[in-house]
């Protein structure tokens, strides 16, 4: 069983909810609002667009802060993008938040094709 995978689960599920209803073809934030009507429907508690500290190393000091699209039971990040492909640079983004904010589970949902993709990342 992995980490986290009943709250991963349930988010997988809304974000096909989502696509099923809404298809590609939307902007990023679309996909956002309507993902974020799933969560509450589910029952999920989650933050949407929160300014996240970025740490550095092991120092308590943050270095900055970055948007994450959703923190979800305060466990998941979830991070969304509506383009026709992933690419390596959308996975270093959620592996470097993933290590900035300091959470070990992480979801990258992409919108932007036929099938919602789904990439899930731990550290």
Known sequence: ???????????????????KFLGNGFQEVIYQRALAMEFTEAGL?????????????????EIGTRRADFIVEGKVLVELKAVTTLEDVHMAQILNYLKAYRFEVGLLINFGNKSVEVKRTVL
């Open 45 to 61: 508690n989650f933050e949407r667009e929160v300014e996240q500290p970025i740490f550095y190393k092991g120092y308590s000091v």
């Open 1 to 19: 069983m992995y980490k986290y995978s009943d709250i991963t689960e349930k988010i997988i599920g809304c974000s096909y909810e989502v696509h």
